[in-house]
């Protein structure tokens, strides 16, 4: 049985094939204004890729802030639940914190060893640290996102971002290439920030181990040390960050029709 779980993010379109509990495939897409061409887009290369048929289908489900916006969806499901199930079933039940940094937001997500939703805090008041965040000091830098990581390892005299909001920072980043600071300093202290603004996210929040990093920006190696470090814990990341929660909108959708 062939389910579908479409994250409708603010940054990313994420569109993901499973079969049962077994990942088939997924991509993703910038979001744009035209949402449901791309999520169409993206079903039909899917579907052209897994080699299915529509009647193969058992139905999609919807997730992320653009949950209600498409119009083929059999199930919308929030995106802290099909979180929590994805990363669950992808960690083969060792998840008990996720750190998610999603296009606009940050969250912290405790789950039980059945991915139920425990306790969770998000910031969703400021960009700062969230994938926009990235892509802005990306343009600024002149650097790739996905070159961030190797360029931070690279770093010879990290440099401090004071600012906690994306707006100054932004003319923290222009203040500091006007002095000659080098662009490998100023993301390793970006990096660096990003670490410091969710380790006061957590606040009183106990980070339970296993603890797994995901969302688009998990695959800079670069700020998955720096959150290491900050935290001074292990953090475990997935194979595929990006679709974790697209995964979990599928598994969930799978089971209640397996129920049903």
């Not at 193969?56 to 929030?78: E, H, M, Q, V």
């Not at 296009?103 to 060893?113: E, L, M, N, T, W």
């Not at 971002?161 to 100054?168: G, K, L, P, R, Y």
């Not at 290491?228 to 799978?254: C, H, W, Y």
């Amino acid at each position: 049985m062939i389910t579908i779980g479409i994250d409708l993010g603010t940054a990313a379109i994420k569109v993901v094939f499973i079969d049962k509990d077994n990942f088939l495939w997924g991509k993703a897409l910038p979001t744009l204004p035209q949402h449901v061409k791309i999520c169409e887009q993206l079903l039909k290369e899917g579907m052209e890729t897994v080699s299915v048929k529509k009647e193969d289908i058992a139905g999609i489900a919807t997730t992320g802030y653009g949950k209600r916006l498409f119009p083929g969806s059999k199930k919308i499901i929030d995106e802290i639940s099909a979180n929590a199930v994805g990363a669950c079933v992808l960690s083969k039940r060792r998840a008990r914190t996720i750190i998610n940094i999603g296009g606009q937001d940050v969250k912290v997500i405790k789950v039980s060893p059945e991915g139920k939703v425990e306790d969770f805090k998000m910031n969703d008041k400021c960009a700062a640290g969230t994938g926009r965040f990235f892509e802005m000091a990306g343009r600024i830098l002149d650097a790739p996102v996905g070159e961030f990581g190797d360029l931070s390892f690279q770093s010879l005299s990290q440099v401090c971002i004071n600012s906690t909001c994306a707006v100054f920072a932004e003319s923290e980043i222009v203040s500091l290439l006007s002095m000659g600071k080098s662009r490998n300093d100023i993301i390793a202290g970006l990096h660096k920030s990003v670490a410091r603004r969710i380790s006061e996210l957590t606040g009183s929040l106990y980070l339970e181990e296993a603890i797994y990093l995901d969302g688009g920006p998990a695959a800079n190696k670069g700020l998955n040390l720096a959150i290491k470090e900050e935290l001074m814990r292990d953090i475990n990341v997935f194979e595929r960050p990006q679709f974790t929660v697209a995964f979990g909108a599928a598994i969930i959708l799978s089971e209640k029709m397996s129920v049903n």
